[in-house]
């Protein structure tokens, strides 16, 4: 098995190591991989509870800051959503292939083993599950981003028809 991951500027390279250590000398290949694979899924529920973090920092922004800070703010935001979905939901996909045994690779015609025997497909059900609890937690912050948005569009209104009665 080979693994290259692609580290973004000023961030920490991916460590394979833990996944191989959850593995025994005699685990099969597909076991290693979907330590690999459970890992990134953990990593995803964390990048969706940091975001969260984030947007409620920046609900608290919109009565201190100003709308051009706010705003500037709440599209990097918007952008980081659209960039995890871009990677979160076909690795999601990917692992429904494998969950629901459409990708199966084996050399048993070489007298080979299955990549991801049964076993290794049911543990793969746990990485798939935390998947789909990041899409979810993922969209639940656009739902909580959205609203942000409308509440600062609300206190701009609120400040504009301010100015509007002293004239």
Do not use: W
């Not at 833990?18 to 964390?46: I, M, N, S, T």
């Not at 990097?76 to 939901?89: F, G």
């Amino acid at each position: 098995l080979v693994s290259i991951s692609k580290t973004p500027p000023g961030e920490e390279p991916f460590d394979p190591k833990p996944a191989q250590a959850a593995c025994k000398a005699h685990d099969e290949v597909g076991l290693f991989v979907y330590h690999l694979v459970d890992d990134v899924a953990e990593r995803y529920l964390d990048l969706v509870d940091a975001l969260d973090d984030e947007i409620d920092e920046l609900e608290d922004m919109v009565s201190a800051e100003p709308p051009s800070v706010v705003g500037k703010r709440l599209r990097e935001l918007r952008q980081d959503l659209r960039d995890i979905r871009r990677t979160l939901t076909p690795t999601r996909d990917a692992i429904h292939k494998i969950v629901d045994g459409r990708i199966e690779l084996d050399s048993a015609e070489d007298g080979g083993d299955e990549l991801f025997p049964r076993d290794v497909e049911i543990a793969f059900g746990d990485a798939y599950d935390k998947l789909l609890r990041s899409t979810e937690g993922l969209e639940s912050s656009r739902d909580s981003l959205s609203g942000v948005r409308d509440y600062l569009q609300g206190t701009i209104a609120n400040n504009q028809n301010e100015v509007m009665k002293r004239l």
